[in-house]
């Protein structure tokens, strides 16, 4: 058996197999890595009867690291309730595999900043990091129906509170790094309404004793949803239970112009594989058109070589590249804003509507690879 890291590779739905062969391209040009290709999702249910079947989940436990692209698609929608459903496979292999820290990063390239709906001197300087708590809350707790009456229950315990937060945390100082910039965390709950959430900030607010040099926060989920969109650059990392991360970071990715540009990474305890996954979804509108955009997935792969494989430098050359192609204009459908108003200045290159094999080859090209 050689030593190459072992990737289990989930291509999934829709736009999923077209970014996830993006990303594993890329991966191929950068070194040695073993994949091993499997179904879950839709395209699980189709073949096995269920979205994501023990084998899986055993060889993701057994992998260094899972790419994922998207699951999900009209073809699985049902209102049945005992109907096996897509979204099923991610949540238990977030489950079984323990990923409970979900890390967001929003940083729009300088190229996208008119792509944003928000004004460019809104957006200047953002770069934030949602940390999401993933395997716990009202996604996981009791759920059921009872003739008219539906319920889904929220629960969290101080040990699933405290470990998020470290996460943050540790986020935080990690990237304040030696810039001689406080670090902040902006802890989000509902305090005011929820138990869960008064535990929430108690929690949060005895771990912050142990980093005293980074600054904390607490918005009400609502306010920090205003906050947002109206002073996005003032946040550093923004912590989050399941379901406010859920949305929020959705909220957050737009912020970027596409949310085709934002990666994620999921991780479990220290040394267990992590999963790498575009935020954005299946997309079966334009499944097999080759017109997807593949950089959050590149961005994703970035990911996973940083937390995964500890090679941070690969990563941030990653980072570069994607920036370097927006720079010279190359745009997805997604990106394109179609529309040239005024003849382009002499430094602004005119944007080029290219696909996903084209997108791919400029990173590539980038890099040097
Ligand atoms: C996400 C997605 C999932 C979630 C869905 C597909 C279950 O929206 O990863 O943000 O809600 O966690
Ligand atoms: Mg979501």
């Not at 889904?152 to 990237?175: G, K, N, P, Q």
């Amino acid at each position: 058996m050689s030593d190459a890291p072992r990737i289990v590779v989930l291509p999934g739905d829709g736009i999923g197999p077209e970014i996830v062969a993006a990303a594993r391209t890329l991966l191929e040009s950068l070194g040695e890595f073993e994949f091993d290709e499997r179904l879950m999702g839709g395209c699980s249910i189709d073949a096995h009867g269920v979205a994501l079947t023990d084998e899986v989940l055993e060889a993701c436990l057994g992998a260094d690291a899972v790419l994922l692209g998207a699951v999900g698609g009209p073809k699985w929608d049902t209102t049945d309730p005992d109907a096996p459903r897509p979204e099923q496979g991610l949540l238990g292999l977030r489950k079984g595999m323990g990923l409970y820290a979900n890390l967001r990063p929003v940083r729009p390239s300088p190229a996208l900043v008119g792509a944003s709906p928000l004004r460019e001197e809104r957006i200047a300087g953002t770069d934030l990091l949602v940390v999401r708590e993933l395997t716990g809350g009202i996604y996981f707790g009791d759920s059921g129906r009872d003739g008219d009456v539906a319920h889904d229950t929220c629960e969290y315990s101080v040990e699933e509170i405290d470990r998020i937060a470290r996460t943050a945390f540790e986020a935080a100082r990690r990237r304040a790094g030696d810039s001689g910039r406080r670090p902040k965390v902006t802890s989000v709950d509902k305090d005011n309404v929820l138990e869960t959430s008064r535990l929430w900030r108690e929690v949060v607010g005895r771990v912050a004793g142990n980093y005293e040099d980074v600054e904390l926060e607490h918005l009400l989920v609502d306010n920090a949803a205003m906050q947002l969109v109206s002073r996005p650059a003032d946040f550093d990392v923004v912590l989050a239970e399941n379901l406010f991360g859920d949305i929020l970071s959705d909220e957050a990715a737009m912020l970027t112009g596409s949310l085709g540009m934002l990666p994620s990474a999921s991780l479990g305890a220290d040394g267990a594989p992590g999963l790498f996954e575009p935020v954005h979804g299946s997309a079966p509108d334009i499944a097999g058109r080759g017109s997807a955009n593949p950089l959050a997935t590149i961005l994703s792969a970035a990911m996973m070589l940083r937390h995964g494989f500890g090679r941070g430098a690969d990563a941030a050359r990653i980072e570069t590249a994607v920036d370097a192609v927006l720079e010279r204009g190359l745009r997805t459908p997604d990106l394109a804003s179609g529309t040239v108003a005024q003849p382009p200045m002499v430094d602004v290159p005119q944007e080029v509507e290219v696909g996903t094999t084209e997108m791919t080859a400029a990173v590539l090209e980038e890099l040097g690879a």
